[in-house]
T-cell receptor
């Protein structure tokens, strides 16, 4: 049981490049989410999904796309990277939306030059 | 504007004493609250939670208190241990979304 896995661990992009951050969980969790962590800001919700085929926006969705074609996977796409997207990104999952603890992945540290 | 605030960026406590971490929120619709602990270069891990219908929840050395009228949440760690040194985030939930505070870095001195 690997829990929540994220790849890559580190990534450097140039402004305007696109990329996909991968997230997978093997706990059959319905709820999955993406956060970014910036100094002094805590974790801010980017997008979330309450089940396969269902996604919605969080606090800071601009510049990011998500899809949920399977229960296990929830990739985050950066369409055209900007320096403001330099951050640490965390994926999380929980058994159902809301009243459950979330399990977090180890994070992806992204730098946009 | 942040809906969940942790106004103390850091806290230093002697081993064996009590650590009290505080959290304030603005949205009265929040109905579930959680605390997470985070070590460097790792993802946050769940510590303890409380529903808005309760005012206290205990789990071993960790107790969370909720004061809904004041929109205030606190985490008590008794006794504090050096292994508790980490960043602590409070989070609040409403309608499929979690909102996190900015974190408090706890240092427990041996």
């Amino acid at each position: 049981n690997a829990g929540v896995t994220q790849t890559p661990k580190f990534q450097v992009l140039k402004t305007g490049q696109s990329m996909t951050l991968q997230c997978a969980q093997d706990m059959n969790h319905e709820y999955m989410s993406w956060y970014r962590q910036d100094p002094g800001m805590g974790l801010r919700l980017i997008h979330y999904s309450v089940g396969a085929g269902i996604t919605d926006q969080g606090e800071v969705p601009n510049g990011y796309n998500v899809s949920r074609s399977t229960t296990e996977d929830f990739p985050l796409r950066l369409l055209s990277a900007a320096p403001s997207q330099t951050s640490v990104y965390f994926c999380a999952s929980s058994a159902s939306s809301g009243y459950n603890e979330q399990f977090f992945g180890p994070g992806t540290r992204l730098t946009v030059l | 504007d942040q809906q969940v605030k942790q106004n103390s960026p850091s806290l230093s406590v002697q081993e064996g004493r009590i650590s009290i971490l505080n959290c304030d929120y603005t949205n009265s619709m929040f109905d579930y609250f959680l605390w997470y602990k985070k070590y460097p270069a790792e993802g946050p891990t769940f510590l303890i939670s409380i529903s808005s219908i309760k005012d206290k929840n205990e789990d071993g050395r960790f107790t969370v208190f909720l004061n809904k009228s004041a929109k205030h949440l606190s985490l008590h760690i008794v006794p504090s241990q050096p292994g508790d040194s980490a960043v602590y985030f409070c989070a609040a939930y409403n309608f499929n979304k979690f909102y996190f505070g900015s974190g408090t870095k706890l240092n427990v001195k041996p």
